[in-house]
């Protein structure tokens, strides 16, 4: 089904031009057809275009018409431009059925937008590392794009790790029972823990009361993320949620002074923290393989034994 | 004049053992009393203990009665325990006259212990990293913390590097003006602006209107430094202060894709983004030469040219 997809760079400049002119060939090879905004390749020091040229491509790919607005990258940008972005027109163009899709810095501004409109935008793939990769595209987050422009998708499921924390998870679970509980009509929301964190105590992040919060980042070691998920703790912010689903973490190092102290120690001390059920191994974050989340949307969380699944309607 | 010196490791566990000893025989060298807590070299993980032996270990340094109770080191830690601390008991120490000293992760303690309390602690050494040197300790580091100490201490100066954001600092400032003015009675605090940023929202952040921000940080790449402003800035925490002061921003890397932007790039497009005066070059943060700053006190910013000073009254 040949769809309008409308590539903008509201970040980072694209400095990979290979991977992004290999991301174009991809889609239009896939049938569609491929709008490119005028300042997708601009630079200004490392962003894609100063400000104004970054808030302008954001309002152009919203008055394009387009089926799917996609960035090109992530990187860094999006925090500092937030107070000029118009949410009432994305929201507007969203309603129209053009579908936002992107992560890691975009994550702000997909928060904002929430929390300005309610409207939802997808948790995704951006052209460059996703589409425009040598090898071919992951199959997964092919099929979840697929499914997302041909308004097929009903959600996703994955298998949990074996681990105490996703066998055990809720206040209530007795050590060694099968997990098997759903969690329905919960707001799904979420993203990058930097970009997530980054936005507490400020207009930009949502209040969601009773939802599903998942989070996914690169390069940050995990004294750094349980520093974030102390401030989302201490904020008030989980306590709200009934489940916490970790994404992937990718690209960080430990060190041996860590000892011990691992991704796996921070996920238990959270569970231990809150009474939300916290689960980990979604297929989401900067890694090939990715699912797309409609940010906002209304879902059920079902779990029996370590298969869990985020199941919605299409509602666009 | 011999003082009861109380060392203590809220943070990560001590691990340069030789420059903990330097820094124990340096300040008995000095004619003090040097009491070292219990679970001082205590380890956990990467933690000096697990978080109730770090917690004890600060009430056993609010309990003992000592002039000045001193961190080992910074690190990481002091976050996740901050519900757990005896704010009060710490204030009353305070009261009674036992200065707490630190910085880095430190700053969690000191900002929380200002909002719960509005108790003055300072920003200042650690044990390990600044007496504990190789080389002999920094002559003004050593000459401020004699100044704590003896009661002496009424302020600190600094020269203002050469910079458009220091010459004409201030709205109201025009273009190659010579910059003088006085900010009196306004409250300082601040620290380190990644644990400062990782309070926003939180019970631990201060709410301080009229005050100067003092802000430092090691490691962190601008633009990093310029997402901590950014949350800062949309939670409305700049927009209430007089001044915001750049301290010492070491150990981070340039790339090439930076391409200009900068730290003196952030700086810049922070005064354009606040009525505050934006002040840099203070002598405090992960380097040698630190000055010692109280925060939560009421001090006095003077500057006449490139000569700034921070004036207060020693109120202990």
């Known amino acids: 089904m040949k769809k309008h997809i409308y590539i903008y760079s509201p970040s980072s400049a694209v400095r990979d031009k290979a991977s992004f002119k290999r991301g174009v060939k991809r889609l239009q090879a896939l049938g569609h057809e491929v709008e490119i905004d005028e300042a997708a390749l601009a630079t200004h020091q490392r962003f894609a275009g100063d400000d104004e040229t970054r808030l302008a491509a954001i309002h152009r790919a919203a008055a394009s018409g387009a089926d799917v607005a996609l960035i090109s990258r992530g990187g860094y940008g999006l925090s500092r431009i937030l107070p000029g972005i118009n949410y009432k027109a994305v929201a507007k163009a969203i309603g129209k059925g053009t579908e936002f899709v992107g992560l890691s810095d ?155 102290f691992k991704l796996p120690t921070v996920v238990a001390w959270l569970q231990g923290q809150i009474k939300a059920r916290v689960l980990t191994g979604l297929p989401f974050g900067h890694v090939p393989t990715k699912v797309l989340l409609p940010i906002g949307q209304k879902v059920t969380l079902a779990v029996e034994d370590r298969d869990a699944f985020l199941l919605w309607s299409h509602q666009h």
Chains 1, 2 share one sequence.
Request: aromatic share 10%; glycine share 12%.
């Open 106 to 260: 975009f994550t702000a501004f997909q928060l904002a937008l929430l929390a300005k409109t309610g409207a939802v935008s997808w948790a995704g793939p951006a052209l460059g590392e996703d589409f425009g990769t040598e090898a071919a595209p992951d199959d997964i987050m092919e099929a979840c794009f697929d499914d997302l422009i041909t308004g097929q998708g009903e959600g996703c499921g994955w298998q949990l790790p074996k681990s105490a924390t996703n066998s055990v998870a809720g206040s209530a679970a007795t050590a060694g029972a099968t997990a098997k509980f759903n969690i329905k009509d919960a707001v799904l929301w979420g993203g990058n823990l930097a970009m997530l964190s980054s936005l507490v105590g400020t207009p930009y992040l949502p209040a969601i009361k009773g939802g599903i919060l998942f989070i996914e980042d690169v390069g940050e070691h995990p004294f750094r993320l349980e520093r974030m998920l102390t401030q989302l703790l201490h904020a008030g912010v989980l306590a709200q949620q009934k489940a916490v689903i970790f994404g992937q973490f990718s690209n960080y190092k430990l060190v041996p002074h860590d000892k011990g």
